[in-house]
DNA sequence: TGCATTGTTCGAGTTTTATCGAACAATATG
DNA sequence: CATATTGTTCGATAAAACTCGAACAATGCA
């Protein structure tokens, strides 16, 4: 299993970021880790099966909003925080606090 | 032409407007908004065809985004910038100060 | 080695969204 | 009233995105 690739943030797109948020799956995953800190998959899983999972994980983090990072068979993911914050001040925190 | 249902910002749907936001074209509009206040349609139309643009409207529209004043045969358009501050603080600004 | 765990990849089907021309509605103006 | 202006609505097409089962890959452990 090799590394997966994380954007740099300067290569950050507003509209992937956006697009990427916008699904109500992708934003609780988000919500998630932004309480926990670090999930895998299995964690997140709902009632969603793991295909579909794998899949809004791949648009978060092409879209530079969580990074992977791969321990054993598990894939631990978190936000990438400050690097959000650099590209897009203030975004992140703003969508976070939003009930 | 009747007027438009503009939606209370209480019921402003975070996904929605995040979806609304997503779309090139629309942050186009939104980013002219900004910075002449308001506009019509006419005067936002760059090639895309009038229905495009109406469609786009219509989506940030119902959002909550704008709000469209008609006057005579023109459709006036301007952000809600002060309902969405309030229902999701801070969200459009960051947006707007994003390069 | 055999098996369970974790997650990806593939492929197909479904849904959503965007695009755009044509026809229409409403207002303004000559 | 005739015509131009502004923008919507309709309908069809195309593109994008979501969903999910099945097969696969990699690791860990007995």
Redesign the interface.
């Known amino acids: 299993m090799p590394a997966y690739h994380h954007p740099a943030p300067e290569t950050f797109e507003?509209?992937a970021v956006?697009?990427a948020?916008?699904?109500?799956a992708r934003?609780d995953i988000v919500r998630h880790l932004e309480r926990v800190g670090e999930a895998n998959c299995a964690t997140l899983i709902g009632t969603r099966p793991k295909s579909s999972m794998s899949h809004h994980f791949q648009v978060l983090r092409e879209s530079g909003i969580l990074h992977t990072r791969i321990e054993g068979v598990q894939h631990r993911n978190s936000l990438r925080r400050d690097e959000l914050n650099t590209?897009?001040?203030?975004?992140l925190?703003?969508?976070l606090?939003?009930s």
């Open positions: 507003l509209s956006l697009r948020l916008a699904d109500p934003l590209r897009f001040p203030g975004l925190s703003a969508i606090q939003a």
